[in-house]
């Protein structure tokens, strides 16, 4: 799995963007955040009220489907305060439990942020799941 924007054009990248916004628009379940920094884009969340894995999530987790910072706005608490934001929202919203699956080298950052890597696979990608109680 690749990081966002690794090997997109910046045309592909609008476009990915554009059909977040639209799903988003169109499903009271579903967020598209943009984190603003200095009046710059730095980075999104895409996330939900998911309805859940058969066999491994039950519905009503959140969801952070996407996640994504710029690198140069990295390491700067950006991600972690976005983070606590989708926490809050998602806890309002009745759920107890949010799930993600991360790229590597993203590890670190969803443990400080109170994740905890679990045995379970994601059967669309192959990737463990993150779980953190909210």
């Known amino acids: 799995m690749n990081e966002i924007g690794e ?5 592909e990248l609008l476009k990915g963007l554009i059909s977040r916004i639209n799903i988003a628009d169109a499903n009271e379940d579903v967020s598209f955040d943009v984190i603003w920094k200095d009046n710059h884009a730095a980075g999104f969340a895409f996330y939900s009220v998911d309805g859940g894995i058969k066999g491994v999530i039950p519905p009503g987790y959140g969801y952070i489907m996407e996640f994504y910072v710029e690198e140069t706005w990295r390491r700067k608490g950006i991600g972690t305060d976005c983070v606590r934001r989708i926490c809050e929202r998602l806890k309002k919203v009745g759920c107890e439990n949010i799930y993600l699956t991360s790229v590597p080298g993203s590890e670190e950052f969803w443990k400080n942020c ?4 679990t045995d379970l696979l994601d059967p669309d990608n192959g990737l463990h799941i993150w779980i953190r109680n909210i």
């Open 114 to 117: 109170g994740f905890t890597s």
């Open 7 to 11: 090997k997109e054009t910046d045309e």
